[in-house]
Each structure stands twice: as C-alpha cells, then as structure tokens.
C-alpha cells in the first residue's frame, strides 16, 4: 500500500537555505534503539543531511521497521513512522541520497499489493527487510511473513516498476536478479522455487525447478516407494503430493553461523547452488533427522540476454566428474565448458 511520489530536489533545498551539514568524523554505522530519529540514521551511515527538510519527511520524528542500503553512490532508507504500537501504519517512506549529485529524492507508498498467484492479489504492507542495488534499480523487499516477501522494483528515482511475489537470492551488475517465490509459511513442505528476473523487459523467467530434471523424478520415485507404511507422516501436518517435496539451498555452518551455497560469476554470466531434498512432510517427524532419504543435488545455470540454460549432477560426484570441491571453481570458463559439453 503505498503513496504519492515526492520528489526533494537540491533546487528545493538551495530556495529554502538548506545545505548538507558535514558528517562526524566516526560513523559507525551502529543505531541504538528500535526508534530512531532520521537524522540518526543518516548520522551512523556517515550521510550528510540538510538543516531543514520537505515537511512531508519529519527528519526529527521516530521511525520504525526500517532498512538502510548504504553504497559507494547511493544511500536509501525505507521507513514507517512510529506510532507508539506494534501496528504500521501506512504510508510506506523512502528517502534516497544521490551522493554524486548531492541530490534527494522522497517517495511514500500507500496502496500496492503483487499477484500472489493467479488471479489473487496480496497487499504489500509490512517491514522493510532489505535494499538491493542492481544496475540502474533498485529493490525493496517487504515481509509478509517468514516465508513470503513483496518486492518493489524501483527506479532510481523511486518510481515503482514492479511488484514480486518473492525475495533476492542472487544478482548480477547488468540488473538481473535471482529471485526465490514466496510461499506458505505454516504448510508441510516448502519447495523451492526460482527465477530469473529482467528488468530491461520486465519478464520473469522460471528456472528451477527445472521441467525435465531426472534426480527430482528419482526422489519423487522414492518418497512413493521406499517409506515404509509405519514411518510414514500421518496427520495434518503432512504432505500428500509428493511433487511438492521439500527442498531449499543446502547451508555449510560454522561457529560464525552458516551460509547458504548459491554463487554466482560476473564474468561467466553463471549462477551454481546446491539444493537439498528432504523426506519431511512425508516421514514421521522424529525419523527425518536419520532418514537416509536426504540427497544433494548441485545446478548451474548459464544466463544469457534471452537464453538460459542449466545443468544437473549429484553433490558427490562434483570431485569425482570434474575434480572440483567449490561452487565458485564450477562457475570459471574453463569448467563451464566441460560441464556444458
């Protein structure tokens, strides 16, 4: 739900006598408190901001559920004001610091909502969760809940593009972005899905899963076959399609936390993650953690200007084909065209 565009021009500022204060020498970046003012948040990122602003911006006022992009020529802030309850209250701010021109621009959103799925729309009001710069666009993602975003595509002047049902998960200089579908958050299963979005044409282009993929008809195969009647999942929280198993990025974890193991490569125009098969929502709940049903299975993809294409092999046999252990080695010129071939 989203608003009216304002524009706040460096002319504006120069007719009222506005100029941009010099930041503190330390900034770290750091803000104390759920409720910051504006001038806080610009403060912390080391941005400079004028002794008066459009009334319209409040830059002395609380904000809440906000989210800060701070880049080598552009900072943004998608903010609500704070009202004193748990509740948001419309509209939707941005502001946008040009740090090449030393131009502002403002913009708030009332009313937008994204097409869930087909012929059913979803309203996009809730917590800014992140900014992304991607060629000449920038992305705002929304919760909706744990497991569902809406993502705005804006121009760099914050005029809205598009709206997704979805989140970034990869992206590439030229815009490009790899996004993953949102999705149910309280169902059995969660199956991943995703693709790959242009925004010179504004098309959205599936790409996994994939529609002829001999691994997932395999494990498909199996959670029909191989679970016995007794450990099956019985209830309401199980899964009866099994075309809708569970599956989502494998994660390596360390003490620092873990990460999820998607790359991608500038040069090659390439993106390789590795997808993990899970038996849940099919197996009773305390025989997953020693199910022998989990499997690994790693993609790569080649993304061209109007042609994507993509291959798959087993996490095990990464070494063992083609004597490589890293997704960022499978994604070089040299391995791509082996594993093309």
């Given at each position: 739900m989203y608003r009216a565009i304002l524009l706040l021009t460096v002319g504006?500022?120069?007719?009222?006598?506005?100029?941009?204060?010099?930041?503190?020498?330390?900034?770290?970046?750091?803000?104390?408190?759920s409720t910051p003012q504006i001038q806080d948040v610009l403060r912390a990122a080391c941005v400079p901001f004028p002794l008066v602003f459009n009334p319209s911006v409040d830059i002395g006022l609380p904000i809440t559920s906000y989210e800060v992009f701070n880049g080598p020529t552009q900072f943004v802030l998608a903010y609500y004001r704070a009202n004193g309850s748990d509740l948001l209250e419309p509209p939707l701010r941005l502001l946008r610091y040009d740090k090449l021109t030393g131009k502002w621009d403002t913009a708030e959103f009332a009313s937008v909502d994204t097409e869930a799925r087909p012929g059913l729309r979803a309203p996009c009001m809730g917590?800014?969760?992140?900014?992304t710069e991607a060629g000449?666009?920038?992305?705002v993602g929304l919760h909706l809940s744990p497991s569902a975003e809406c993502l705005l595509?804006?121009?760099?002047?914050?005029?809205?593009?598009?709206t997704l049902y979805c989140w970034p998960v990869a992206h590439f200089s030229s815009g490009s972005m790899v996004l993953?579908?949102?999705?149910?958050h309280f169902a059995p299963t969660h199956p991943l899905e995703l693709s790959v979005f242009d925004p010179s044409s504004s098309a959205l282009t599936?790409?996994?899963?994939?529609?002829?993929d001999s691994f997932r008809a395999e494990y498909i195969s199996r959670l029909q076959t191989a679970i016995?009647?007794?450990?099956?999942c019985v209830g309401e929280n199980c899964e009866i399609d099994p075309e809708r198993?569970?599956?989502?990025?494998?994660s390596v974890c360390a003490a620092s936390g873990c990460k999820t193991q998607i790359v991608t490569n500038e040069e090659t125009r390439s993106l390789a993650f590795i997808a993990q098969f899970s038996p849940i929502g099919f197996l009773r709940f305390d025989s997953v953690k020693s199910s022998e049903l989990a499997e690994q299975v790693v993609y790569v993809y080649r993304i061209f200007p109007g042609l994507i294409e993509h291959r798959e092999f087993r996490q095990s046999d990464m070494k063992d084909r083609f004597g490589i252990t890293s997704l960022d080695a499978l994604l070089s010129p040299e391995s791509l065209k082996r594993i093309f071939q």
């Open positions: 504006f500022a120069m007719s009222c006598g506005v100029w941009a204060q010099s930041p503190p020498a330390e900034c770290s970046g750091v803000i104390t408190g917590s800014a969760v992140g900014i000449d666009m920038l992305y595509v804006l121009s760099r002047d914050l005029k809205v593009k598009k993953r579908k949102s999705m149910v599936p790409i996994y899963p994939p529609p002829s016995s009647q007794s450990d099956r198993f569970d599956n989502d990025f494998a």
